[in-house]
Structure formats: C-alpha cells, structure tokens
C-alpha cells in the first residue's frame, strides 16, 4: 500500500532562512507526488508536483522539490523563507491502483516563519 | 480560488442530527472525492465519484453516505452524528476518474467545518 510520511509536524524557521520540510513515501509503483499548502482557515492548494518527468521539481512562490527514488523522498524547500509561508504543508502520493484517483496524505507540517 | 464550491462553509448541529454536505466540482471536472479532516486523523480520504458512479472507497463510516447527481455536483450525508464526527470535510475535484489518467493533482474547495455538540 501506498503510504506518506512528514519528519516533523512543527518546524520553525527565521525569516531569510532556508526552508526544509521533509518527505518520505512508500510506493510499489512508480508515484506520482505532491506538495499542498493550507493557510488557516482555507483549502489546500497545490504546490508543485511530479509525474515522473524532472527530478527537480519547481512550484508555486519559490519553492522546490527533489524526488530522490534511492532515498525515496521528496523534500520541499525553499531558499528564503517569508513570513506569508507561514502554513501548513502536507505531502502526497497519488493512489495509482486501477482507476482510483484519490491522494493519499501525510499528516502535515505546520511552518512557523519567525521575524 | 480552485473552482470547488462547497457549501455550508459551517455547520453547528446535535448529536444524533442528519446533516448533507454540498460540492460543486470544478466547470469540466468529472471525478469528486470527499475527504475528512481532524486533528488526530488528519486529512482522509472518504470516497470518489467518477461521472456518477461510485469509483473508490476509503475510511467511510456506515453512517456516511455519498452521491454524483447528473450535473456532477456531490453530497455527503452524514447520520446518527456523534461527537467524533466534529471535522472539515473537504470536497475536490479532478478531471479523470483516475490519477495517471489525469495528472494526478486535485483542487479542493475550501471545506465545511462540522461541529457536532
């Protein structure tokens, strides 16, 4: 079975600072992957994503992804954190079986940007 | 904005009360997919309609039950509430009924929060 999993649900960086969320899954085909963003109060919007194209995957408002399949992880970063990056990040794994097309997600990590 | 429109945006209701949830997919999308939201279970995924049909189940209670109308709008309806049952319910949508078929990525509306006393 597919499954997702985030190394920590609090991180807390200073503004300027890189941004470095962590993301492991465990697929038994090859995954399509995700990276959602959750501001408070709001619904989840897509990040970035792989299909199996790049490696090196570039998103929305300066972040990236790099889907490593010898370390089976997809970690999303940033350069520079803002303080509007502050959200709640989960990661994803498309559930590729037969003609199934639901997400399966880890449990989050909230980012905290410090002034 | 995503294009999923979902609706009550809050929902304060008694244990043991039926509630429905609405969801509007976005214009061309066919599949839907409800998934729950709490603090100790995170985000689930309940069940998927692909152009009416049920297409996929997951951690859906007995007491939930889920349709596609014809305009591809969706409901989940919710029974015999009880405490634990208090979450956002999020709806999506995505064009294909499956994810290697369409992308894989889903756009959520901004989800009904449930609260049940």
């Known amino acids: 079975a597919q499954s997702v999993t985030q190394l920590g649900s609090h991180v807390s960086v200073s503004e300027g600072a890189l941004v470095l969320l962590r993301c492991n899954y465990s697929?038994?085909?090859?995954?399509?992957l995700f990276w959602y963003v959750q501001y408070p109060n709001q619904g989840l919007q897509l990040l970035l994503k792989?299909?199996?194209?790049?490696?090196l995957v570039k998103g929305i408002n300066g972040f990236e992804a790099e889907f490593k399949k010898s370390e089976t992880s997809f970690h999303l970063t940033k350069p520079s954190a803002h303080m509007s990056d502050a959200a709640e990040y989960f990661c994803?794994?498309?559930?590729?079986?037969?003609?199934?097309?639901?997400?399966?997600f880890g449990k989050g990590t909230k980012l905290s940007v410090k002034p | 904005d995503s294009g999923v429109t979902q609706t009550p945006k809050h929902l304060i209701t008694a244990t043991g009360q039926r509630v429905t949830l609405r969801c509007s997919p976005r214009?061309?999308?066919?599949?839907v997919y409800w998934y729950q939201q709490s603090l100790d279970q995170g985000l689930q995924f309940l069940i998927q309609?692909?152009?009416?049909?049920?297409?996929a189940k997951g951690n859906i209670l007995e007491r939930f039950s889920a349709q596609q109308f014809p305009d591809l709008h969706s409901e989940l309806n919710l029974s015999s509430l009880e405490l634990g049952d208090s979450a956002l319910y999020f709806c999506?949508?995505?064009?294909?009924?499956?994810?290697?078929?369409?992308?894989?990525?889903?756009?959520f509306g901004e989800g009904s929060r449930l609260t049940v006393l």
């Open positions: 999506a949508s995505s064009v294909a009924n499956s994810g290697r078929a369409g992308g894989g990525e889903l756009f």
């Open positions: 697929s038994s085909v090859p995954p399509y």
């Open positions: 792989y299909t199996s194209a790049a490696t």
């Open positions: 994803a794994v498309s559930d590729l079986r037969g003609s199934q097309g639901n997400l399966i």
């Open positions: 214009s061309g999308d066919l599949s």
């Open positions: 309609y692909y152009n009416g049909e049920e297409r």
